[in-house]
Nanobody, 116 residues
């Protein structure tokens, strides 16, 4: 099995930056893709960014241009750097691992709150 742990959430200020980390343990060789999602209160969960082992990334439309997802030298530790924070970025941020053969594992989430 695979376990994910997110870290780096907290309070940020509008216009500032935050960096989130996600690390995995267990059968990490099964992981084919890592992604960040977020869910604001009363809204559906949405994709923020995704990355594959080669380092190729893709981004959700609402954050494109303000976030950068990267990977550690050691896969599948990944990072999400968010810049030019907006109060609308306030949400719980979740790390998700896609597994070979199908299936996904979710982290427990980390709260990001942006004050204006």
């Amino acid at each position: 099995q695979v376990q994910l742990v997110e870290s780096g959430g907290g309070l940020g200020q509008a216009g500032g930056s935050l960096r989130l980390s996600c690390s995995a343990s267990g059968r990490t060789s099964w992981i084919t893709k890592m992604a960040w999602y977020r869910q604001a209160a009363g809204k559906e969960r949405e994709l923020v960014a995704a990355i594959i082992p080669s380092g190729h990334t893709s981004y959700g439309g609402s954050v494109q241009g303000r976030v950068n997802m990267s990977r550690n030298k050691v896969w599948p530790t990944v990072y999400l750097e968010m810049n030019s924070l907006e109060p609308e970025d306030t949400a719980v941020y979740y790390c998700r691992a896609s597994l070979a053969g199908g299936g996904d594992i979710w982290g427990q989430g980390t709260q990001v709150t942006v004050s204006s």
